[in-house]
C-alpha cells in the first residue's frame, strides 16, 4: 500500500510537471508570436505609405499642435499608417521643435523625412508676424510685447496670463514642466519665468493667447528635457531649476561669470545665508530701476532674499540657456560675496572684510 501510495504521487508529480512545461511552453509561444506580429507591424507602420505615390497633400499644423495632434493630422491625411507609431517614434528619437505652417507633403514620404520637414519648417508661407521675448524679461513685460504685437490692451491680456482656469488648462497640457509648484502658496505670478526668450513665427493673423503661450511653452520643454538628467542629477526640480536661472539670470551683466554667480548662491545655501540678491526685492516691489536703496531692502515679501534664506517661491524673470547651464553646473568656489562696478565687471570675494574692501572701492567711492 505504501509503494503504491508512493507511485500514484509520482505520476502525479509528472502529470503536473507534463502540464506546466506545456503551460511555460504555449505562454512562451504566444510571447514570440506576439513579439514577431508587434515587429512586423511596427517595421509595416514605419514605411512610406505608398512609396510610388506622387499626390500633394497640402496639411495644416496649426500653432501649438502637441505630437498626439499631429500624429493624427499625419494619419487622417493618409501620410503616417498609424498616428501612435509615429507618436512613439518621435518620443523614442527625442524629435522635438516642430514648427507650425501648411505643408506641402506626399505618402511616399518616410517618417523621418516628414519629422524633417516639420522641423526645419519647409512650408509655403511666410510668418505673418514675429514676437521677440529678450532674456530676462519678466510676466508684465512680455504681456507688453504680447499686446502690442496682437494690438490688445495689455492689462487684458496680463489679466488672461494669470487666469486659473487659463493656467489650468495649460497644466493639463504641458504636466511635465508646469506643476503644481505654480500654485504655491506665496507664488506671484504662476507662468514667471516659464516662457522662453525667444524668436516666435506666427502665421496667421490673430492668433489665439493659448496659441502663443503654447508656442513659448513647447520651447520651454524643448529645452528643459534637454537638460532633465542634469536637473535630475542635481535634485531639482524643474520650478527650482528656472527659479535659480530666473535669479542668476537678473544678477548677470555682459561681462558677468554665471558660473562663479551661481556658485555664490550655492554656496550661500549651503552656509545656511540669505541669497541677498537685489533683483528679488525690486520683483518684491514690482519695480524696474538700476539702483536698491537700504528702504527698498525692508519689504516684507517672500521674494526679499535679505529677509528670507532659500530660493524665492518662484522665477523672477525669464532666463536663457546661458544661466540654466550656470544653474547645473556652478563653478567650483569658495565665493560668497560678488558685486557688479559702474562698467559691468563683477568682482567676487570668498569674506565679507574683502567684500566691503571691493564695495569701497568699486561702489561706494565711485
Not at 187 to 207: R, V
Request: hydrophobic share 35%; glycine share 4%; charged share 25%.
Amino acid at each position: 500500500m505504501f509503494f503504491e501510495k508512493i507511485a500514484e504521487r509520482r505520476n502525479e508529480a509528472k502529470t503536473i510537471r507534463k502540464i506546466v512545461g506545456m503551460t511555460i511552453l504555449v505562454l512562451a509561444v504566444l510571447i514570440v508570436a506576439v513579439s514577431l506580429t508587434s515587429y512586423f507591424y511596427i517595421k509595416s507602420s514605419l514605411k512610406p505609405v505608398d512609396a510610388d505615390s506622387k499626390k500633394e497633400i497640402v496639411v495644416d499644423i496649426p500653432i501649438g499642435s502637441s505630437v498626439t495632434y499631429i500624429a493624427q493630422t499625419l494619419q487622417d491625411n493618409g501620410l503616417v499608417k498609424n498616428a501612435r507609431v509615429f507618436k512613439y517614434y518621435v518620443k523614442f528619437k527625442n524629435e522635438s521643435e516642430f514648427m507650425a505652417g501648411e505643408y506641402h507633403m506626399n505618402p511616399s514620404m518616410t517618417i523621418q523625412e516628414i519629422i524633417d520637414s516639420l522641423k526645419t519648417g519647409k512650408i509655403m508661407q511666410e510668418p505673418i508676424f514675429s514676437m521677440t521675448i529678450p532674456e530676462g524679461r519678466q510676466l508684465d513685460e512680455i504681456a507688453a510685447v504680447i499686446a502690442d504685437k496682437t494690438k490688445q490692451p495689455k492689462d487684458k491680456v496680463f489679466k488672461s496670463l494669470n487666469d486659473e482656469k487659463f493656467i489650468q488648462s495649460l497644466m493639463d497640457k504641458y504636466p511635465t514642466i508646469l506643476t503644481t509648484e505654480v500654485w504655491a502658496k506665496d507664488i506671484k505670478y504662476p507662468l514667471e519665468g516659464y516662457l522662453f526668450p525667444a524668436t516666435y513665427a506666427f502665421y496667421k493673423e490673430s492668433p489665439s493667447l493659448e496659441e502663443i503661450v503654447s508656442v513659448m511653452l513647447d520651447k520651454t520643454q524643448s529645452v528643459v528635457d534637454k537638460y532633465r538628467q542634469d536637473i535630475e542629477r542635481e535634485d531639482l526640480t524643474v520650478h527650482q531649476f528656472l527659479t535659480m536661472s530666473s535669479l542668476i539670470e537678473e544678477e548677470a551683466t555682459e561681462k558677468a561669470d554665471r558660473d562663479k554667480i551661481a556658485s555664490v548662491f550655492y554656496n550661500r545655501i549651503k552656509e545656511d545665508m540669505p541669497l541677498q540678491t537685489d533683483p528679488t526685492v525690486l520683483y518684491s516691489q514690482g519695480k524696474h530701476k538700476e539702483r536698491v536703496t537700504y528702504k527698498d531692502l525692508e519689504v516684507d515679501s517672500p521674494y526679499n532674499t535679505y529677509k528670507n534664506k532659500g530660493l524665492t517661491p518662484g522665477p523672477i524673470s525669464n532666463a536663457g540657456t546661458m544661466s540654466m547651464e550656470a544653474a547645473l553646473h556652478p563653478a567650483k568656489t569658495d565665493y560668497l560675496y560678488f558685486l557688479a562696478a559702474g562698467d559691468g565687471t563683477v568682482y567676487f570675494s570668498s569674506t565679507l572684510e574683502e567684500h566691503n574692501s571691493l564695495k569701497a572701492k568699486y561702489i561706494t567711492n565711485k
